[in-house]
């Protein structure tokens, strides 16, 4: 995040925020609100990506990775992103449009 030049220091807890996230995902717990700011989090790292594309940086992002290969482009990491957020969507309008349905307690 800190190459993105979003934030000042690497303790920033997006890691964190990001299993946090996806376990409560697994879980099925709290899903409106969960897939709502899972969608908010991967829009914020695209707009990140793209922003940072068009003023001419490539950045290496780390993400899956902590190694610096080089080898990646910010269209593969644009690509990426853009594909976990059309699935984040897909995710978020399931929910919304057909809610869990729980069972009934006699």
Do not use: K
Request: charged content about 15%; hydrophobic content about 55%; overall charge positive.
């Amino acid at each position: 995040m800190q190459a993105h030049r979003c934030v000042r220091d690497d303790r920033f807890p997006v890691p964190w925020l990001e299993i946090i996230l996806g376990l409560l995902l697994i879980a099925g717990v709290w899903l409106p609100g969960t897939a709502a700011l899972t969608n908010v989090l991967l829009l914020s790292f695209f707009t990140a990506l793209l922003i940072n594309m068009l003023r001419g940086m490539d950045v290496d992002c780390g993400c899956f990775s902590t190694e610096n290969r080089g080898q990646s482009s910010m269209w593969t990491y644009l690509a990426r992103d853009l594909f976990f957020l059309v699935l984040s969507l897909f995710l978020l309008l399931r929910i919304i449009v057909r809610p869990v349905r729980r069972p009934i307690a006699f």
